[in-house]
């Protein structure tokens, strides 16, 4: 269900301990840390690359799916645990931003990188890994949202899910598939 970057590898990130968790610690800076130390922004551009045996995204007549991704930066996930619990609902917002700027990226990778042909975001579902009893799931999703925006500003805002897990691929804190209606 969920995805890398252009180079699968290992879970963690940099600066991560040795279990790989960055969740601790000053909210989004695991997230910001990782995407700097893979040398850009963290904006997904790069194309995800499957973590399985599926696409990172098809398309079929007018509409685009994505496959469920996850905040990697080539390939690394930049934080793994349970929000609410490891991971702080800042980390994990920001995280949620990276994982739906990756599911971006799939789509346009998906129509031979032509991001002109990306109409309109329809639907996104925001899974978040949590503890019992964090109910805060839509401020973690704003975060998704919020890299939309940025990935995809002329393709509006889509509807939009926030639902809460025990668990995600790998031990992800987040995980975003996205809908978008696309150009011929």
């Known amino acids: 269900m ?13 600066g991560a301990g040795p279990s790989g968790r960055t969740g601790t610690g000053a909210p989004g800076a695991g997230v ?11 904006n997904g551009a790069a194309a995800p690359v499957p973590q399985g045996d599926y696409r990172a995204a098809v398309v ?37 931003g990276l994982a739906a700027r990756n599911a971006v990226a799939a ?6 990188g032509d991001a002109g042909r990306l109409r309109r975001l329809l639907r996104m579902t925001v899974y978040v890994a949590c503890v019992d009893g964090f109910t805060d799931l839509s401020a973690v999703a704003d975060g998704a949202t919020a890299g939309l925006r940025e990935a995809a500003p002329a393709a509006g805002l ?3 899910s926030a639902i809460g897990v ?6 992800a804190p987040v995980e975003v598939e996205l809908t978008a209606a696309v150009r011929p």
């Open 2 to 14: 969920s995805e890398g970057d252009a180079v699968p590898g290992p879970v963690g990130a940099a």
């Open 32 to 42: 910001a840390a990782a995407a700097e130390a893979a040398g850009g922004s963290g």
């Open 60 to 96: 079929d007549g007018g509409l685009a799916l994505s496959a469920g991704m996850t905040p990697r930066v080539e390939g690394r996930l930049t934080v793994t645990g349970l929000v609410g619990g490891d991971v702080a609902p800042a980390v994990a917002r920001d995280a949620a």
């Open 107 to 112: 789509i346009v990778a998906a129509l031979d």
């Open 158 to 160: 889509p509807v939009r």
């Open 166 to 171: 025990r668990s995600l691929p790998s031990g």
